[in-house]
């Protein structure tokens, strides 16, 4: 049981270009999201997908775009890096959208756009 | 507009001693969940320990201890009897609804800047 995995664990682009960050649960959870991490700040969330089939955006969707491959993946992509995107990316997945969605992280992906 | 405060950016505590870190928020809905989660210097989010809103009772999980006290918006960790082990980033982070059409009503955690911890041996 692996939990959250997230892939790359680590990038770095070029102004311009695009990716796309891999995300998948195991634990059958119905809701995931994605959050970004900057220097001195906690999370903030990028976009989220509360069940299969939906996503929405969240704080800071500017930039980025998502697809709930599947129950057990969410991609986050970037069309066009920017050094603002610079950032450490969470994926985080939770059993329903509940008051108590304990959100079960992963790793995490360190992402260097020059 | 919902928000959560973490006015230590940094606290040190010897070990075996306990220690609080605060934390208060700031909401409207009456329905909401507070979280802590821990972030050691290798990078990964663990959970600790979760209060409700309408929880009568403050959370415990092992050492860890929350203090909520809903009137004055606060939701702070008590850790108890220190270990090294415990020093990390430390981020309290609010559970509010995300009502939209296309997702119904989903939840969303906002965080706070978080606290350094550094336990003194």
């Known amino acids: 049981n692996a939990g959250v995995t997230q892939t790359p664990k680590f990038q770095v682009l070029k102004t311009g270009q695009s990716m796309t960050l891999q995300c998948a649960q195991d634990m059958n959870h119905n809701s995931m999201y994605w959050y970004r991490q900057d220097p001195g700040m906690g999370l903030r969330l990028i976009y989220y997908?509360?069940?299969?089939?939906?996503?929405d955006k969240g704080e800071v969707p500017n930039g980025y775009n998502v697809s709930r491959l599947n129950k057990r993946e969410f991609s986050l992509r970037l069309e066009s890096a920017a050094p603002s995107q610079t950032s450490v990316y969470f994926c985080?997945?939770?059993?329903?959208?509940?008051?108590?969605?304990?959100?079960?992280f992963g790793p995490g992906t360190r992402l260097t756009v020059t | 507009a919902q928000k959560i405060t973490q006015t230590q950016p940094g606290m040190f505590v010897q070990e075996k001693e306990a220690v609080t870190l605060d934390c208060t928020y700031d909401?409207?809905?009456?329905?909401?969940?507070l979280f802590w989660y821990k972030q050691p210097s290798s990078g990964e989010m663990i959970f600790l320990i979760y209060q409700g809103s309408y929880d009568q009772q403050n959370a415990t999980e092992g050492r860890y201890s929350l203090n909520f006290q809903k009137a004055r918006k606060s939701a702070n960790l008590v850790i108890s009897a220190s270990q090294l082990g415990d020093s990390a980033m430390y981020f309290c982070a609010m559970s509010l609804p995300r009502r939209s059409i296309s997702s119904g009503s989903a939840r969303q955690l906002t965080f706070g800047s978080g606290t350094q911890l550094t336990v003194l041996p």
């Open positions: 997908s509360a069940s299969e089939g939906t996503t």
């Open positions: 909401t409207s809905d009456p329905s909401y969940g």
């Open positions: 985080a997945s939770s059993e329903k959208p509940g008051a108590s969605n304990e959100q079960y």
